[in-house]
């Protein structure tokens, strides 16, 4: 007896030790000690966000939150927007955080960046990633285990309601990459089914779902475009390619990506942001919420990220300066 | 499915050792064959219908020698059919398409017309480890040093044993054969043992093999460019994390095994403590040095052709000069196809060629190196000789390592002399360890990882047993380790959303 007591002893302490310190960690804890990073801080972050303020929500991968700065729309329009995307993320992924942000928000627009879609999952990894989201709910330490690496990576990455300023340049040079492709691929049958969950979700909480793919040389072809506009189509949504019009948005590949054109730097996302709040303006019923009691804090952010903006001008400058020789 | 998913700790594992312990004794070793051929088949599916034709050569071809030899005829010829087909099937499924391409090269060399088109192949799982450990089985039968197995599913599951299958060790016949179809009950003293070594093989594959797996593959990528410091430390952190890796996952294979009282060989033996290439590679992957010094180097050295040479050599050229041609003649087939096995790329067949030399280069300047330390008075055995030793043998084996996980041979060559010509920083040094999506906190824990690890390796190196006794501390302190180690691999472990595990490398060959 005394011997399975001990071994009982063992697997207690070791299971309270993996469990306590996840009780800790709910979403107000990790934010207030900025310890909410990587994919799974988005979750943390939409919902310390006060209810009901967030109008416009966009979601995706690391395309979603380089592409549009909720700061220049609330500047613009009095939007407010959460640029909730998260890097590498799958459509599963994107799925989860709308579910987190429809908890206390009620969006007027989910703008949906449809890198996601072309993102696939096979079947062993579905299976694997069941297990592990199991897990990740009985123990939330092991969902926030990377909260240790928040003093590296905050310091670094500063992010305005999700929108990283990156003054970093790395010129895309390629050939022009929306003429005829002959790549070969497709939207995954699950994929889809996910795309059509997230429409429902949109359409419980009457939120208008748009599909939108941001210009990106190194994710985007004439193959893929054909595929998004034939989806949206069939689902009945509405489908903003800015790759096909990089030049009404005015993209200068040498000076608006920070790494050859896979994302947008902050001068590329200033010119996506102002098309986007164009359409917004024209084609959504968004209220302004300048007269709002959300307005200071909005306001207040608003002061920090142009500090921000004119030091990352100045970065900008320099940088482009390099490229130039 | 791999031995680093959650399926395999969490389902595959545990319902095998349920199953194993619920079958009756007798049949144990069934439960074992079901489970390997469960495991193949999730991950290779149809393609198990080659390990079966494998099994089945292996098989008949170790009953014909024998029943050959019962009736006085020689079975040389069943050995060599044996062996033609179980490697025949290795090479048509993993060199057709190598051979198709430098059969194209040359047509294109010689007439510039297109050549022959590709075929597509699908390989089976853990292909190479199993076709050697067939070779090994028919030729120890061959030779006297077993006898041949008389039932077909007991050489399969020897072949196919889930544990070993993906990335070894190779295991010989007279290794294994008592522990795997004993069947004995699961024993609290055997899992803990196996347990301590899977969490062990876990710490050193997720807070340091996993961490550095993005920045290996960004070093590799063929737009990047690294300057001289940069190369220094790209083939540096290679060589951590492929050790790390290799070597966890074997921890987890070998606890894995040891769960079922089931002990396998070592795969590794503190390898970067070796003072000459030679003793790197007794140390590195031993199961697979032991397998082609067994089946190769010594047939070679003992083969009357280099009998005759000894002989003739000793009287007309002298010792050093025969000592030097035997070296050559057996470590060549040895290092042909050691870089040949890894797979059908040039860069793996270099890295055989690159051992060759060095190992031949050892072996001929071995007399004029004595005589150095002997004329400066330095002792052979003291600290400064082997301090030298060490560091050299880490400059081969950081050369080497670079070599093997290179895109192509000209992207080695680029590197190196990225080492030596141009800037050695360049002023980017900071800006390109960022780059490679690592930041301060991934370096903090894969240097106090690396420290954790190599300071019990050093250990080790005196007391082998290290993680065998560690059951028999006191309990405080033996609790105080498990939950110590467990809490990193929980808390510091490259896992979850942003992280991708580091593919098993050795199980893609």
Known sequence: MKKYGKKIAFIAILLALIYIPGTWMNAKFLTRNHLANGKNGIHAKLEVEPEDTIDILVLGDSESYTTVSPMQLWKQYGYTAYAAGQPGAKVSDTEAVLKTALKKQNPKVVLLETNVLFRYEPTDKKTQSLISDTIYQTFPLLKNHNAWKSPFTELRVKTYMGFPISAKIRPYSGEPYMVDSKETTRIDEQNQKTLRKIQTMCADKGAKLVLYSAPSPKNYNSTKHQLLVELAKAEGLEYIDLNTNTETLAIDWSIDTRDKGDHLNFSGAQKTTAYLGTYLKNSCEIPSRRQDECAKHWNRMLKVYEAHIQRAEVKLDENAKVYEM | ?509
């Open chain 2, 1 to 509: 499915m791999a031995y680093n998913t959650n399926i395999y700790f969490l389902l595959f594992l545990p319902i095998v050792m349920l199953a194993y312990q619920l079958t009756p004794q007798k049949y144990r070793w069934v439960a074992l064959l079901g489970a390997s051929v469960a495991f193949f088949a999730m991950i290779s599916k149809c393609l198990i219908g080659w390990a079966l034709v494998t099994a089945a050569i292996t098989y008949y071809g170790g009953r014909l020698i024998e029943q050959y030899r019962q009736i006085g005829a020689p079975p040389k010829g069943v050995l060599r059919v044996s062996l033609i087909l179980v490697v025949g099937i290795l090479a048509v499924l993993k060199y057709t398409n190598f051979t198709i391409g430098i059969v194209n090269q040359v047509i294109a060399g010689l007439s510039g017309t297109a050549g022959l088109s590709f075929v597509k192949m699908m390989v089976p799982i853990g292909i190479s480890f199993y076709t050697l450990q067939a070779v090994g089985y028919l030729l120890d039968i061959y030779w006297k040093r077993i006898e041949a197995e008389h039932n077909f599913a007991k050489v399969l599951l020897f072949l196919i044993f889930f544990p070993t299958v993906m990335e070894g060790p190779i295991c010989r016949w007279s290794d294994v054969k008592d522990q795997l179809f004993v069947g004995e009950a699961l024993r609290e003293e055997n899992i803990t043992q196996g347990l301590i070594r899977i969490v062990w093989g876990l710490f050193k594959r997720m807070l340091i093999a996993d961490r550095l797996y993005a920045a290996i593959s960004l070093f590799y990528k063929p737009t990047m460019y690294l300057n001289g410091i940069m190369v220094f430390i790209c083939m540096f952190l290679t060589t951590i994390q492929l050790y790390m890796e290799f070597s966890g996952t074997i921890d987890i294979v070998i606890g894995s095994a040891r769960i079922f009282n089931i002990r396998l060989p070592e795969n590794f033996r503190q390898p970067f403590l070796a003072k000459s290439a030679a003793e790197f590679w007794r140390r590195w992957h031993i199961s697979l040095g032991t397998w082609f010094k067994n089946y190769i180097f010594y047939p070679v050295t003992t083969s009357d052709a280099i009998k005759k040479w000894n002989r003739y050599g000793k009287k007309h050229v002298g010792k050093y000069l025969t000592n030097v041609v035997t070296s050559a003649a057996a470590l060549f087939p040895v290092w042909m196809l050691n870089g040949l096995w890894h797979g059908p790329q040039a860069t793996y067949i270099l890295y055989g060629v690159y051992y060759f030399i060095v190992l031949l280069a050892e072996v001929m300047l071995e007399p004029a190196g004595r005589k150095v330390y002997a004329r400066l008075g330095w002792s052979e055995d003291g600290a400064l000789v082997n301090g030298i030793r060490m560091v050299r043998t880490w400059c081969i084996i950081l050369v080497g390592e670079m070599l093997f996980r290179a895109q192509s041979f000209a992207q080695f060559i680029t590197l190196m002399k990225n080492m030596f010509v141009g800037p050695w920083d360049g002023g980017a040094f900071t800006g390109k360890l960022v780059e490679v999506g690592l930041d301060a906190g991934d370096y903090f824990v894969v240097v106090i990882g690396m420290m954790i690890v190599f300071i019990l390796e050093w250990k080790m190196e005196k007391k082998p047993d290290m993680l065998e006794i560690l059951p028999e501390l006191s309990t405080a302190k033996r609790w105080l380790v498990y939950y110590g180690v467990i809490m990193a691999i929980v808390v510091f472990g490259a896992y979850g959303d942003g992280y991708q595990p580091a593919d098993l490398i050795y199980a893609g060959f």
